[in-house]
């Protein structure tokens, strides 16, 4: 099975990689990012350390970045993406959002 990846970027800057796994999902903060000087937090649910993240379901805060409502109905028809894969409507929704992170495609 080929799992997706995503870069998350903080203010522009390559913060950790957010992965599907074979049990859920991973989160990691990136070396160049923790070295440095004040990193900020993708979220204050994703503190910033080496150690990785893992969940079983996709992190409320990636989650919380997918488009509700119309804008989710235009998302889906537009991109013909399921409404129950997250990780798809996360990488092609959540280039631009509302606050400083944004997700790309690897």
């Known amino acids: 099975m080929s799992y997706r990846k995503a870069v998350i970027l903080v203010d522009g800057a390559r913060a950790g990689v957010l992965e599907e796994t074979e049990s859920g999902y991973r989160f990691q903060y990136e070396r160049d990012y923790l070295a440095r000087s004040e990193p900020d937090p993708v979220s ?5 350390r080496e150690q990785a993240f893992d969940s079983g379901v996709l992190f409320p805060f990636f989650d919380g970045l997918i488009p509700e409502g119309w804008l989710l109905d235009v998302v889906q028809d537009t ?16 280039r ?4 400083n992170v944004s997700v790309r495609e690897p």
């Open 44 to 48: 204050l649910t994703l503190p910033v």
């Open 79 to 94: 991109w013909k993406v399921n409404p129950g894969d997250r990780m798809g409507l996360l990488l092609v929704s959540c």
């Open 96 to 99: 631009d959002t509302i606050g």
